[in-house]
């Protein structure tokens, strides 16, 4: 009788050990593809607001397109006076050009909102080719 039961019990374990081990990774899947589905309507989401803080808070002066008959308002020519780099870029947003209309934003917007404005006006450069490592692979 001793010698038969302990591998009976063994063999109960291992099998709801089993069930276990394969069970637990399904539920993830939905999971993940809901998460990855999140992930993409949120950077669409996040792109509309740049727009619409764009359109709120520059294109008065910059226009909606970013191209301005006004050369030193315009950002599609291709010249940056202040630097193509997105963190030239970003700076002259958040600390805007003293003396001139281009005040500084840093007090009405977050950092993230001085980057992402940064990337949507340096796009409407058509010469300039996106830049790598500009935070967009990193944030999301
Ligand atoms: C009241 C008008 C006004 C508003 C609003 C404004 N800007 Fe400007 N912006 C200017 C002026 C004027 C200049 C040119 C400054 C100079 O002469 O160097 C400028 C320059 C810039 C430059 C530098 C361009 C270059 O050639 O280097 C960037 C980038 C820029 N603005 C982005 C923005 C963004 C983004 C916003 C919104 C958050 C914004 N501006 C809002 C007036 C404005």
Redesign the pocket.
């Known amino acids: 009788m001793f010698a038969v039961s302990p591998p009976a019990v063994r063999l109960a374990d291992d099998q709801t050990l089993a069930r276990k081990v394969t069970l637990r990774p399904r539920p993830a899947v939905p999971a993940l593809l809901a998460a990855l589905v999140l992930a993409a309507s949120a950077r669409a989401e996040d792109k509309a607001a740049t727009v619409e803080l764009?359109a709120e808070?520059?294109a008065?002066?910059?226009m909606a397109d970013g191209k301005s008959p006004v050369p030193?308002?315009d950002?599609t020519d291709g010249?940056?006076?202040?630097?193509s780099s997105l963190a030239a870029?970003e700076k002259?947003?958040s600390e805007g050009?003293p003396t001139?209309?281009?005040?500084p934003?840093k007090e009405q917007l977050t950092p993230e909102q001085v980057k992402a404005?940064a990337e949507h006006?340096r796009a409407f450069d058509k010469s300039l080719q996106p830049e790598k490592g500009g935070g967009k692979k990193g944030t999301k």
């Open positions: 764009y808070k520059c008065l002066c910059h030193e308002l950002l010249k940056w006076k202040h630097g870029i002259v947003i050009v001139t209309a281009m005040l934003f404005l006006v």
